[in-house]
């Protein structure tokens, strides 16, 4: 009988990832946490900058969408391990065939999913109370965020294995993970309000900054898979 050949790269990174969002989607605690953070962030920003029914600019408004994607990931990320923590789960999913490498894009995979639809959320959301069109630019708005919550997944999944057993881990993760996602913050909310700008869209200027964070992810997630492996090993 013909020994059975083990699941490719790719379909080992896809269980995790599915078994991650299989047992959220049973408890669907993280992403109303998640959900719910982010909304309040937008409200509380929403009465500060919106006075007497004026529209703030377009700065203002990717700013407070880029922000709610940070406070809101960092809660996704903070669990991303949790349930492996319970138990000393996290043995045995190391100790199973898939590699490293698959773990962590099963991780990153996972919460890059849940964040994306928190953020469908905010943007929906932000174009209510700031009276933003998004319609014209939707699919370059979406790319920007897409490739925004990839490079902030793929750094954050790092620390948050580093920091697995640390005591007053989610003060720790967002101290580390802070200054090393401000470029992606910073590209992705220059970009969005260049393209969200009613008077003068600049294409131009937001395809730059796209191609920036297409850098930073290959970047981040190039990092990640070689940082994994080790961090995760360490007892």
Known sequence: ?????????????????????????????????????????????????????????????????????????????????????????????????????????????????????????LTVLCGVLFSTSFGAVAGRVALLLALGIVGFAAAGCVFSAALLRARGRDALLATLLYPIIVPIVIAGARGTSQLIDPVAPDFDGARFWTQFLVAVDVLFVTAGIWAFDPIAGGD
């Open 1 to 121: 009988m013909p020994e059975a050949r083990p699941p490719g790269f790719l379909v080992q990174a896809l269980r995790i990832a599915g078994k991650d969002l299989a047992i959220e989607w049973r408890s669907r605690e993280v992403l109303a946490t998640m959900t719910f953070l982010a909304v309040v962030v937008v409200l509380i920003f929403s009465f500060a900058f919106v006075v007497e029914g004026a529209r703030p600019p377009a700065p203002v408004v990717s700013g407070i969408l880029w922000i709610a994607l940070v406070v809101s990931g960092t809660v996704g990320l903070a669990r991303a391990f949790d349930r492996e923590r319970e138990g000393e789960a996290i043995r045995s999913l190391l100790l199973t065939p898939a590699p490293r490498a698959a773990i962590y894009l099963g991780k990153l995979a996972a919460t890059a999913a849940l964040m994306a639809i928190t953020q469908t959320v």
